[in-house]
């Protein structure tokens, strides 16, 4: 069974950061663009960071750009989302995925797997 389980979530306060992390398990993602996604209250999901099979490509979302980071370990089929300076308006849950391409993918039907979420909340 495929499954993708995010896990670093949780409360920080405005400025601070947080490290998510994406372990993917039932096949290996080596060969898989990876992606983070987020959902906030009464928003649609909105695309946040993707990267290539080899990490050697990345793109984000204008809003992120330069604050967060997303990287991958193929030899552990785990990709991870650094986040800075992280902003109230940030919270939301936070969403890995999986697309069977091997370039960035920056929407979201283009993605196979997904994984249950993980809350983060940035008080002010």
Known sequence: ???LVESGGGLVQAGGSLRLSCAASGRSFSRNA?????????KEREFVATISWSGGSTAYADSVKGRFTISRDNAKNTV???MNSLKPEETAVYYCAASNSIVVVTT??????????TQVTVSS
Do not use: E, I, S, T
């Open 34 to 42: 990876m992606g983070w996604f987020r959902q906030a209250p009464g």
């Open 80 to 82: 991870y989302l650094q």
């Open 1 to 3: 069974q495929v499954q």
């Open 108 to 117: 979201g039907p283009k993605y196979d797997y997904w994984g249950q979420g």
